[in-house]
């Protein structure tokens, strides 16, 4: 006899789960089993109803659950006070001096407001070495080295002079070397033009003060024949690193970056210095909360697709006006946070979209709005099977009502269509 606890665990191994409803319905042991009690309790007082399943009758049912689902997850983004900090984006009075943008996972623990003020930039090292004449030859040829510590870490180049080679060829190909082999130093040449000289510039990746105030790159000559440094003039600091330094909320704070983070949930990065002090706020972010809107939307006008579609099925009728019924009672308030309802029953968003009234329109504290929603596509989820013909064979027992197995069981399926 075939095993069908393998058939089923063949499959279900082949299913990949929608990563939305994957995140979005994931729900604790209690929330199940109350879904499952709440099939039960609703089946003690319904009757036992035979119907034909046929493909179109199921994937009518099914796109019922799935829209409902999607429209109840839909409405509890966009009115969940835990995402609130979701729909907020920081912004800054003066992007030329500092940018400010939220972390993915910020917490309330920031404040609405922060006066920043930037005294100084964290600066790297710089280098220049002396402007020789570009066209002429300073050094004999040979080969030369040069003894770059940077860091912990020493590296030596070697450097081969050939005849006729001029100084700016020679400066070129030292910086080409320095650059290929990626030691946290980048070499670049400044040219005089007027004078006609060229000089080699060095400066560090990193920025900041090292630990012990020094400099973030140096030379060693003591170790290395013919060596270069001083002939090239390299070994002359032109700008020291430092510290970046700054008053939030007049408060002084030195980094050795120019990034910095506040609480693990705000980002700002110092571009400029400023005499004054730039506010940070925090504000809506419009085109997140239109994007969760038109999701709502689109989910919305699904179920009214599924109900004017199917009317192969009587119960379509009563699919739609369970659907619109909702907007029906609040088309005031839908109207007034700038959306539409057509004569068909299809919400749809207009150039006047208000983010405050929709986020009031959403709140359950303000309105009965999300809770209408979540009565509503609790019923579909609950029992899609409502909304499809189907004829009665035997009533309830109201004497006893005890649970009705066989329900359940049939619409398990239903339940579990994103996983096998």
Known sequence: MMNLSNVYHYYSGQMVIPKENFRSNSQ?????????QNIVKQNQYSPFYKFTFSSATQAYTIGIKEAAMSLERDSESLGGKEDTLNEMKAVSTNESILNASLQSNANDDLPDRLSIQVNQLATGQTNVGTYLPSGETAFTPGNYSLGIAVGKNQYTFNLKVNPGETNQQIQRNLADSINSNHIGIHATLRNNRVEGTAALVLRSDEIGSPEDNGLIFHFDETYIENDITTAL?????DTMPSDAQFTINDVEH???????SLNHALDVDLLATSDKPVMVYLAPDEDKIVDKLDDFLASYNDLIDIAKNGFHQKGASRLYHDITGITRRYRDAITNAGLNVDD????????????????????EELSGFPSDIHRVTEKMILNPLDYIDKTIVTYPNTTNNYPNPYIPSKYSGLLFNDYA
């Open 28 to 36: 604790k042991k209690d929330d199940l089993k109350t879904l499952y």
């Open 344 to 363: 068909d029953g299809y919400l749809s968003r207009t150039n006047d979209a208000d983010s405050a009234q929709i986020k009031e329109l959403f709140d």
């Open 233 to 237: 003039g390299l070994d002359h600091v």
């Open 254 to 260: 030195t980094s050795s970056s120019n990034r910095i």
